[in-house]
């Protein structure tokens, strides 16, 4: 609707939890990239590789290249309520879009939380999707690529003895929230990983943090061990934070630097039925114990026992992802980080 | 500002040509997958590799792997202008990110087109970005690395001779619009590509035509190629074929299947100073006029002779990116494709 005379003024007139079919209303969106460093490749043997139909490809690594830097997505709602900025940092071998939408093409918690009112950045981290990666005279090693089988036992959705290659065949933990219809997307938003980049990945995130923070954290799997390492470097910048099913990693110094920052380690179901998350979860419960004992909040957050049942590892994409994302929105206004 | 009363109603009251301080509202944003097979690799012999430190990775391709996919994102404005929904297509080394803010970090033609009213979606296609990539036993070849070195020549920013590893001592093309000072950024935004995955990404840019078109094609620069054959392929569900400085490559059978596809090809300034863009402009000249003379419509549109100067090959980039907007907007309006 247009009303003469009044050119460029907008009326909001919303609730506070705007649902997925109201409008989106943002004051900005984009993107940057950010960290990363020139490198020069001087004395490497050029190469020629045969290509299918009789082509030659010369491969010539020598030269001056940007590498290891990172890439940030970004959307900020015209009325924010988030105190600060929420930087979403995706696992391994996964990239930004695990926040964005789901497999089965529902709003992710991207969306989500811009329609609570935060402005969300959501990252590729280095080496991962829209950040590009490197030849392997800067990458060690060589990069991982996950077959359609990993995922079922890696993000627990269902023992390993209940996968077959028959979509129709496989059966889930009983009560899993999970889309399995969709789960052919999934594999579709797995990328390339290394074992070697650790060092580079955390050094990017440092540059975010420098750059957008003080900020709220959230942090997923892989990029637990990367939160938890991250806010120890920069306590005062971090606000927040908030693991889903990661792993809490440090030492005496790490606990000491985290007292004044709030922790949530959030996880989902049958966790007692995978010995990697049994693990994982009994280490953060004592890590949990030293972060209080050096007078730190931390709340390890198990959903079955609020009556939450069936979340997977990828519970931003599960079925109830929205419920998921209230109990996080809920304990960021226990902490006072809701406006 | 809320009024109570009235929840979840939203009245706009804004000028058609929303400026980048008004706000963005979208009835929807989001991504999803697209195209792409199911490939099964046995028998690939399993590697042990060394890793700094002394770790051992153990290399096995061995097992079934989403390839080929394609990743797109969207944003879909509340106030609609466009008649349909507008694609726009990356160069060769690029992701979408080449359309969503600059390397100096202003708008992009992706907020500027959804802030005209259009449904726009940007793509990383097969092989680039959030789409990820295959293992070589998928991906015939080798990844090309794009040094700091080739866009200054590629992208048409000064002569070869004109170029030096210092920033301060490049000497662009008088008047260009490229933000130099900004040219790091760029080279951030460059990602790996192979020569032997063009026939993959067309399959899944047919894939996205039959899911989101009828609607406007924006190609660039390698996917000028990809546009032209993906429009004489689905000529009934391509309303425009915007091509930025890319190749119109085809055969009579191609051109007569486009003869109700308005097409407009656009180049910025400094041609002539390229052998390659002189013989890729010349080359287009020709299939304009075999197009016209199978009954199409098609405008070459060179930039200066509009009197806008200085543009390079990344136009959508440079610094009067909102004035060549403008241009592909006026151009759409007059083939009737605006409200």
């Given at each position: 609707m247009r009303i003469a005379?009044?050119?460029?003024m907008i009326l909001l007139i919303a609730?506070?939890?705007?649902?997925?079919a109201d409008p989106i209303v943002l004051r900005d969106m984009g993107s940057f990239y950010v960290g990363g460093r020139t490198v020069t490749l001087s004395g490497v043997s050029a190469r020629e590789v045969q290509l299918p139909g009789g082509q030659v490809q010369r491969v010539d690594h020598n030269g001056t290249y940007a590498v290891e830097q990172m890439y940030v997505q970004y959307a900020l709602p015209q009325?924010?309520?988030?105190?600060f900025p929420l930087l979403m940092w995706h696992g391994g071998g996964l990239t930004g879009v695990s926040y964005e939408t789901t497999p089965d093409g529902r709003e992710g918690w991207f969306n989500m939380f811009v329609r609570k009112g935060w402005d969300v950045y959501v990252s590729d981290a280095v080496e991962r999707g829209r950040a590009g990666w490197a030849m392997p005279e800067v990458f060690a090693g060589e990069p991982v690529f996950t077959d359609e089988?990993?995922?079922w036992v890696n993000f627990r959705?269902?023992?390993?003895?209940?996968?077959?290659?028959?979509p129709h065949a496989r059966r889930p933990f009983a009560g899993s929230q999970f889309p399995f219809d969709a789960y052919a997307n999934l594999l579709k938003e797995i990328v390339p990983r290394w074992l070697t980049t650790n060092a580079a990945i955390v050094r990017a995130y440092l540059d975010l943090i420098d750059k957008v923070c003080p900020c709220v954290l959230l942090v997923h799997s892989q990029s637990g061990t990367f939160g938890f390492q991250a806010a120890a470097q920069r306590p005062d910048k971090i606000k927040a934070l908030v693991v889903i099913e990661g792993t809490l990693r440090g030492d005496a110094t790490t606990v000491a630097a985290l007292k004044n920052v709030p922790i949530a380690v959030i996880y989902g179901d049958?966790?007692?039925?995978s010995r990697n998350f049994s693990e994982q979860h009994a280490s953060n419960v004592k890590m949990a114990a030293a972060v209080k004992a050096a007078g730190g909040s931390i709340d390890i957050i198990d959903l079955p026992e609020m009556g939450i049942k069936g979340n997977s590892h990828m519970m931003m994409m599960d079925k109830n992802n929205g419920e998921v994302a209230n109990v996080i929105e809920d304990w960021l206004a226990a902490k006072r980080l809701v406006e």
């Open positions: 005379g009044l050119p460029g609730g506070t939890m705007a649902a997925s009325d924010r309520r988030g105190k089988q990993t995922p959705f269902g023992e390993a003895s209940a996968w077959s290659p028959d049958n966790i007692d039925k």
